[in-house]
T-cell receptor, first 110, second 113 residues
């Protein structure tokens, strides 16, 4: 009965590859997010969707493309991976002003 | 341009004593503040929040204090327990501009038994 789940938990890949991270929430929330936590532990928002519509799109390379097939899912696709993309990516959903986070996906680009 | 700062990366406290974690922000438009707790290999979990109309909010052993004039908030945990050992993130938002949250870099709390 996990509230916010992400797959995979770990992802190791070569530079230049394309990869996706999936996120699902079973809380019935309308808003979902993607955050990136870099090596300095700074947790920074990347995207936010409300009812499948993009509402926040921070300064993120266009190699990153979120996809929301329905309001319970927000997937993150990354093209042409670079070394600097190595980080932990967290998905979250919210009801009001409280966010619920997934366990994170540790992406390592070699 | 980090708008939320946690200047202490780590803190060690004896079990039973008070833990005080601090957070500073720069944007005077922030009106809602939250604390999250994070264990290794898990996502952050919501702990406690406070609106700018209050200066204190208490929930069991956890109390958050807000000083708007100083743009400072703090989380007090008393008494501290070994299970409180985790990374604590402060977050802030302007509730009028949508659900955009700004996080600090976290403070790693170790409660020594």
């Amino acid at each position: 009965d996990t509230a916010v789940s992400q797959t995979p938990k770990y992802l190791v890949t070569q530079m230049g590859n394309d990869k996706s991270i999936k996120c699902e929430q079973n809380l019935g929330h309308d808003t979902m997010y993607w955050y990136k936590q870099d090596s300095k532990k700074f947790l920074k928002i990347m995207f936010s969707y409300n009812n499948k519509e993009l509402i926040i799109n921070e300064t993120v390379p266009n190699r990153f493309s979120p996809k929301s097939p329905d309001k319970a899912h927000l997937n993150l696709h990354i093209n042409s991976l670079e070394l600097g993309d190595s980080a932990v990516y967290f998905c979250a959903s919210s009801l009001g002003l409280t966010q619920y986070f997934g366990p994170g996906t540790r992406l390592t680009v070699l | 341009d980090q708008q939320v700062k946690q200047n202490s990366p780590s803190l060690s406290v004896q079990e039973g004593r008070i833990s005080i974690l601090n957070c500073d922000y720069t944007n005077s438009m922030f009106d809602y503040f939250l604390w999250y707790k994070k264990y290794p290999a898990e996502g952050p979990t919501f702990l406690i929040s406070i609106s700018s109309i209050k200066d204190k909010n208490e929930d069991g052993r956890f109390t958050v204090f807000l000083n708007k004039s100083a743009k400072h908030l703090s989380l007090h945990i008393v008494p501290s327990q070994p299970g409180d050992s985790a990374v604590y993130f402060c977050a802030a938002s302007n509730s009028n501009t949508g659900n955009q949250f700004y996080f600090g870099t976290g403070t790693s709390l170790t409660v020594i038994p």
